[in-house]
């Protein structure tokens, strides 16, 4: 043992004399010891190494706890009856004590936590059980508890569900304890804590634990307080959150008992926004559970009750007051405030008016019962107050037209249009005329005023209400069209207002869409002249004017008409795509400097050039509409990370059986082939002044082009434009491909992206330069949009082979080496070069590749190293720790990696349907070079997320990856699943990742080496998961993620020849497994399995974007019905029996 550690021991032991006055001076050197440099390096190395014959962390903790009892028990049996000053002196004394173990806790953990969790927890729980230890130690205590262990990822994935319930209860009681010294809000902090880790960390609390919620509500009502109430709430919200799918009825009979507690907290205390805004949420919940997608009857899925109506309608009445103060508040205020209400209360408020709003009633006499005290909602025969509302859409007409002041009307503005939005069939017909009258009085007042965007986002949803509805009757048109000519000629006229142009383009492009006025040449306008600029709200609004109506020849537009007159072949769609472009005549090409928005505004995907590539064919409108009817591939939706509470409210509305899609039957179908349109012909001259324009935007870069001023996205947007037009044209069969590829304008966007690659170039040696990396990954967003590597034929298809011919071998050579670099630049968090890094531990070395056993995967010892997320302090969430995914891990510098990481991907998968300029196995061999155990460390989050990215991006469906590669990819997994084997996100996201290399196994030799080897890695973790899962250590996220590898496993292995995990020495072919997820006792998790039986018996082959179905043998099915019956009868039994 060196001196350091010697000095420490002999130290610690003096801690345990038996003299207070040796005690004292001990404690001064002991502090002074644990902050020694050479001392803090040894207690490290000896605590990461695990080696208890040594002097550690935990061993020290362990002789200071002893020490805070002697000392405790020593002020425990002092006498009790003492002067105040002595008193005083003792609670001076219990606060010193409790600040040693508060600053050796954070001197252990300084650099990565240290100490186990479960010593950490057992010294708290102990503390804060003992009420003799006193308000001191409790409290300080619970900050340790808040800050440094569950804002610690490590802490945070090694407490146990038991641990978890403990921790609630217990807290839950102190926070229920009528007590002077208990800080309410620090137990409630820590309460919103803990539910949100065990609902994360495990299936969540029991249901008995709802309890607790009902007596805290009660219990803020009887003492006026709500102190920490917010918390509660939210803990609340989480819990009721992960409860629902399980026990919707409990729920919902839940919230029938405590909302109305809740409306009177709300309307006799005087409650801050805070606690206003959860208590929303949580109304906001319960109606989502009572009425799953807005049902209103129980055949619909709704769950009805007396009692809840009786809530919605004092809901109601409650909200119109709210809103009602809110304006008041607004105009009696001084300084400028926002006429506007926050969107949660305007949506909750429109799901209200939807479910109490009908043509039968207009007013209704109502109970207030939660109006009366607690002793006569105690005593049943003690009256309830009365009172009348107001139903229906009388109410929202009144509001509308009753004040002239902005706040209020803008509220029921909002209101008016979430509940059309949401719920079009909520507006009755004979409601159309009178609400269009009122709408379109409010549209020419105070035309800059704060409502006016209002009214037209209004008027816009009332037009796209109008046009789904086919009953209306004649006169009903007629009076209708009356009112929507002059809204449009209102409209028409505000549309150089740049502060509502979006709304009033908006309105315009609803009132084409619905067809509910015929256009008149005056439209056409506004896309020729210099009433507005081109935007994103006019390209789309274009876009729908020239589906529907078609673009017509001509149009009389004052100068423009001479030009027109003196060449003919200016025509009005000559004069768009001139507006589009903002083209100015030849003589005026060497002074222009301004530059079009399309080169430097973001719109749609590919909008822009289909409207060009549409005005020069003869029928514009078939034209466009041809482009149009591809649905958007999947590469330019927007994927949603974290699953929603909408999923469970498409879970409850199958209870219905009117919500039956996942049982539609899949035709046996043929690969769709794409075959352009017959008869599809263009104006030359049209078609030839677009190139000229085309052309003369690309000169005016280039000549421009410097390579240390350039702006690489313009650029690239420019190159972007010239290819999409290539690609549409191609789309609609006017060019072949191999003719565009030797056109000018394919010439010229290789030019423009051989510029932006130099420019790219130069950001190697500048990585640090703030405003190049915002830039650069501005680039990199924009190079990724113009990929697409979906199977489905389309416009975008053919562009993203366009835009791959021009990306260059040095170009795409250098983005893998910034990747390469960003990559090893990253330091760690824990590295503050106060110590060595920790080191591995050597008992617990990952599962090698070779050892197949998914039970050396996941073993039950404690994880040996430490993410970047597992380090305490400020950076780490004040309710709960932050997941190691989130972005707050990363800097500026990891995010550019990772949107250069992505669009390499992309690259390499895309490259292989067709030629292209740079070697797409260089690049993936580069990329896979950074999951080399060389260079990847799991704990590092940048890592981790660039291990995922790989893994959902590199594998492609239609050409996947070579099995070596794949090989290659795959050797990582089993060390990053069992670095992060507790964290249930991460499992969850690995999971979900995984599902792309899965459909890549079925591909090639089934007998080669590299593809058994891949197949055994992945399976080896499949198995673990299994495993885990079947000893309840999963959560049911990622007990879903693993329904969805195995349903794909079915579907690239539907016989089960090699699609068998082994676990514990046996083997369980995946189809045998399967039908084990139908009787989890989680609704969500039986369902989704309930849902994709069918692979069970069924052959299912994607090809393309199509499915080809055949059925499995006879045996295999009568093998899989009994496997499935006899597992969903049990799920029945776990049902009826009801689950703890």
């Known amino acids: 043992m060196s001196l350091a550690l010697n000095d420490l021991l002999i130290c610690c ?53 002893k020490y805070v009892q002697k000392e405790t028990e020593c002020l425990r049996t002092a006498k009790p009856s003492v002067s105040a000053s002595t008193q005083a002196t003792r609670q001076k004394k219990m606060q010193e004590i409790s600040s040693l173990v508060k600053y050796f806790i954070k001197c252990a953990n300084k650099r990565a936590p240290r100490l186990k969790c479960q010593e950490l927890l057992n010294y708290i729980m102990d503390t804060v059980k003992d009420s003799s230890n006193g308000s001191v130690y409790g409290a300080d205590c619970s900050n340790i508890l808040l800050k440094d262990i569950l804002s610690v990822r490590k802490y945070w994935c090694e407490i146990s569900q038991q641990q978890w319930l403990e921790l609630f209860s217990v807290y839950f009681s102190l926070y229920l304890k009528p007590a002077q010294d208990i800080n309410r809000v620090l137990v409630a902090r820590i309460i919103h804590a803990v539910t949100k880790g065990c609902c994360s960390q495990t299936d969540g609390l029991n249901s008995k634990f709802l309890d607790f919620f009902s007596k805290a509500i009660q219990h803020a009502r009887q003492e006026k307080s709500s102190a920490g109430l917010n918390h509660i709430l939210a803990a609340f919200v989480i819990f009721l959150k992960t409860l629902a799918a399980n026990f919707r009825i409990r729920v919902c009979q839940l919230g029938d008992e405590i909302l109305p507690t809740l409306l009177y907290i709300w309307t006799q205390h005087r409650l801050n926004d805070s606690l206003k805004e959860v208590i929303i949420e949580l109304f906001q919940l319960q109606i989502y559970v009572h009425h799953p997608k807005g049902a209103k009857t129980e055949e619909k899925g709704a769950y009805e009750s007396s009692k809840w109506r009786s809530i919605l309608y004092n809901l109601y009445d409650l909200l119109i007051n709210e809103i009602s103060h809110i304006g008041s508040r607004g105009k009696y205020s001084s300084g400028s405030r926002n006429a506007a209400v926050k969107e949660n209360l305007i949506e909750l408020m429109a799901d209200i008016c939807h479910q109490i709003f009908n043509e039968d009633t207009r007013s209704l006499e109502i109970s207030q019962s939660y109006t009366t005290t607690q002793r006569e909602c105690n005593d049943y025969s003690a009256p309830c107050k009365k009172k009348k509302i107001e139903l229906g859409w009388e109410v929202i007409k009144d509001h509308l037209q009753k004040s002239q002041s902005d706040f209020d009307l803008v509220p029921w503005l909002q209101i008016t249009t979430q509940l059309i939005s949401k719920y079009p069939s909520s507006l009755p017909n004979y409601e159309l005329s009178p609400l269009l009258m009122i709408l379109y009085q409010l549209l020419p007042q105070h035309r800059h005023g704060e409502r006016t965007p209002y009214v037209l986002r209004c008027l816009t949803e009332v037009a796209l209400c109008q046009g789904k509805k086919s009953n209306l009757e004649g006169s009903q048109k007629s009076d209708l069209l009356k009112f929507w000519i002059k809204i449009w000629s209102l ?24 067809s509910l006025i015929e256009v008149d040449r005056e439209f056409w306008k506004l896309f020729t002249g210099s009433a507005c600029r081109p935007s994103r709200p006019a390209v789309c609004c274009l876009t729908l004017a020239m589906a529907i109506c078609g673009v017509p020849e001509t149009v009389k537009t004052g100068v423009e008409q001479s030009i027109c007159e003196v060449n003919r072949s200016c025509s009005l769609k000559e004069l768009i795509m001139r507006w589009l472009l903002l083209y100015q005549l030849e003589d005026d090409l060497e002074d222009r400097t301004e530059l079009p928005p399309v080169l430097h505004s973001n719109f749609p995907h590919l909008a822009v050039e289909k409207i060009l590539v549409s005005l020069t064919v003869k029928n514009c409108k078939a034209a466009m509409n041809f482009l149009q009817r591809v649905p958007e591939c999947e590469q330019h939706q927007k994927v949603q990370e974290e699953p929603s509470f909408s999923e469970v409210e498409e879970l409850f509305l199958q209870t219905t059986f009117d919500k039956m899609d996942f049982l539609t039957i899949v035709k046996e179908c043929a690969v769709e082939k794409h075959q352009a349109t017959v008869g599809f012909s263009v104006h030359q001259n049209l078609k030839e002044s677009l190139d000229r324009y085309l052309l003369g935007l690309s000169e005016q870069l280039l000549n421009n082009y410097s390579p240390e001023t350039a702006n690489a996205e313009t650029l690239i947007r420019c190159s972007s434009l010239l290819v999409g037009v290539l690609g549409c044209y191609c789309y609609v069969g006017v060019v072949a491909e191999e003719e565009a590829y030797r056109s000018e304008l394919f010439q010229k966007a290789k030019s423009l992206m051989q510029c932006a690659g130099e420019s790219i170039t130069l950001f190697k040696n500048k990585t640090y330069e703030e405003a190049r990396v915002a830039s650069l990954r501005n680039v990199m967003t924009l190079c990724t949009g113009c990929l697409c590597n979906c199977t489905k034929p389309s416009p975008n298809k053919i562009a993203s082979r366009f835009f791959l011919r021009l990306l260059t071998s040095k170009l795409m050579n250098d983005i893998a080496d910034i990747c390469r670099s960003l990559a090893s630049l990253i330091r760690k968090p824990l590295d503050l070069g106060e110590v060595e890094s920790m080191e591995d531990d050597p008992d617990e070395n990952l599962m090698e590749v070779e050892d197949q056993s998914s039970m050396n995967l996941f073993t039950d010892a404690p994880a040996g190293g430490t993410s970047d997320a597992a380090v305490s302090g400020d ?30 991907c992309v690259c390499t998968t895309t490259a292989q349907t067709g030629t292209v300029s740079f070697r797409a196995a260089d690049i993936r061999r580069k990329l896979l070079m950074l999951v080399d155990t060389s260079m990847l460390d799991p704990a590092k989050s940048l890592h981790l997320r660039m291990y995922l990215v790989l893994l959902k991006e590199l594998p492609g469906e239609e050409y996947p990856l070579p099995m070596e590669e794949v090989v290659e990819l795959l050797k990582p997994l089993s060390n990053v699943c069992s670095f992060y084997r507790r964290d249930q996100d991460v499992c969850r996201t690995v999971l979900n990742h995984l599902v792309p290399v899965v459909r890549n196994l079925c591909q090639g030799d089934m007998d080669a080496e590299n593809t058994r080897d891949a197949q055994g890695q992945l399976l080896t973790v499949i198995g673990a998961f299994w495993h885990l899962a079947k000893e309840g250590k999963c959560t049911f996220s990622v007990r879903m993620a693993l329904v969805k590898c195995l349903k794909t496993l079915l579907e690239t292995d539907p016989y089960s020849k090699w699609a068998v995990l082994n676990v514990m020495g046996k083997d369980f072919p995946v189809n045998e497994v399967f039908p084990h997820f139908l009787a989890d006792r989680h609704h969500h998790v039986s369902m989704l399995a309930a849902e994709s039986v069918n692979r069970l018996f069924q052959d299912m082959k994607h090809r393309g974007s199509s499915t080809l179905l055949k059925a499995l043998p006879l045996k295999l099915q009568q093998t899989a019905f009994e496997n499935a019956y006899l597992k969903a009868l049990e799920g029945m039994r776990e049902v009826l029996s009801g689950w703890p």
């Open 13 to 65: 032991r003096q801690l345990e004399h038996d003299r207070a006055t040796e005690r004292r001076k001990e404690v001064e050197k002991f502090k002074r010891l644990i902050r020694d440099p050479e001392t803090v390096q040894h207690l490290d190395r000896h605590s990461d190494s695990k080696q208890s014959k040594y002097l550690n962390w935990d061993a020290v903790f362990r002789f200071l706890q």
């Open 491 to 514: 409209t028409f006229r505000g549309i150089s207002s740049e502060q509502i142009q979006a709304e009033n383009f908006g309105l315009l492009g609803a009132i084409i869409q619905g």
């Open 875 to 904: 950076s780490q969430s004040a309710f709960g720790a932050m997941n190691p995914l989130a972005e707050e891990h990363l800097s500026k510098q990891d995010l550019l990696f990772l949107d250069m990481l992505k669009f390499l």
